[in-house]
């Protein structure tokens, strides 16, 4: 909670700032991208393209931690200073999307048997039975 503290109050400077709505709104942006890597970094997301469940999980529920942060800050700030607060939670709400759509790691992997099945021990058995199957029957 501490980090997204820090986190909202940097972004609360950003929003202060004298420049125009679109450099504060491209600074915010770029600040919860920041955050995002650190955070998917420090869960080990960046190292698979495959997270775990629990990696995924404490991801998504501290990007709606700080996205709830972020509303109620924008909700009370005024309309120049908003634009900052709305494009950055934006963000969090495209990250959380991505984020469901990765598929999980889990360790309960399905096992897949290595033991040869009757087709890779008999491998002609199936043709040789439908030739037989075909062939004319002889008359002595």
Same mark, same amino acid.
């Given at each position: 909670?501490?980090?997204?503290?820090?986190?909202?109050?940097?972004?609360?400077?950003?929003?202060?700032?004298?420049?125009?709505?679109?450099?504060?709104?491209?600074?915010?942006?770029?600040?919860?991208?920041?955050?995002?890597?650190? *955070?998917?970094? #420090? =869960?080990?997301?960046? $190292?698979?393209?495959?997270?775990? &469940?629990? %990696?995924?999980?404490? /991801?998504?529920?501290?990007?709606?931690?700080?996205?709830?942060?972020?509303?109620?800050?924008?909700?009370?700030?005024?309309?120049?200073?908003?634009?900052?607060?709305?494009?950055?939670?934006?963000?969090?709400?495209?990250?959380?999307?991505? *984020?469901?759509? #990765? =598929?999980?790691?889990? $360790?309960?992997?399905?096992?897949? &048997?290595? %033991?040869?099945?009757? /087709?890779?021990?008999?491998?002609?058995?199936?043709?040789?039975?439908?030739?037989?199957?075909?062939?004319?029957?002889?008359?002595?």
């Amino acid at each position: 909670m501490h980090e997204i503290t820090g986190l909202v109050a940097t972004l609360t400077l950003i929003a202060g700032e004298p420049c125009s709505s679109d450099e504060r709104s491209s600074r915010a942006v770029a600040l919860v991208t920041s955050y995002s890597a650190t *955070l998917y970094e #420090r =869960l080990g997301i960046v $190292a698979s393209n495959r997270p775990t &469940s629990g %990696a995924k999980s404490a /991801a998504d529920q501290t990007l709606a931690a700080l996205r709830r942060e972020i509303l109620a800050v924008e909700t009370r700030s005024a309309e120049p200073l908003r634009t900052a607060y709305t494009a950055a939670r934006y963000r969090i709400e495209m990250a959380r999307r991505v *984020l469901a759509g #990765r =598929l999980v790691e889990d $360790a309960a992997q399905p096992v897949v &048997s290595s %033991a040869p099945t009757i /087709a890779q021990l008999e491998p002609h058995a199936d043709s040789l039975r439908l030739l037989a199957a075909c062939a004319p029957a002889h008359s002595p």
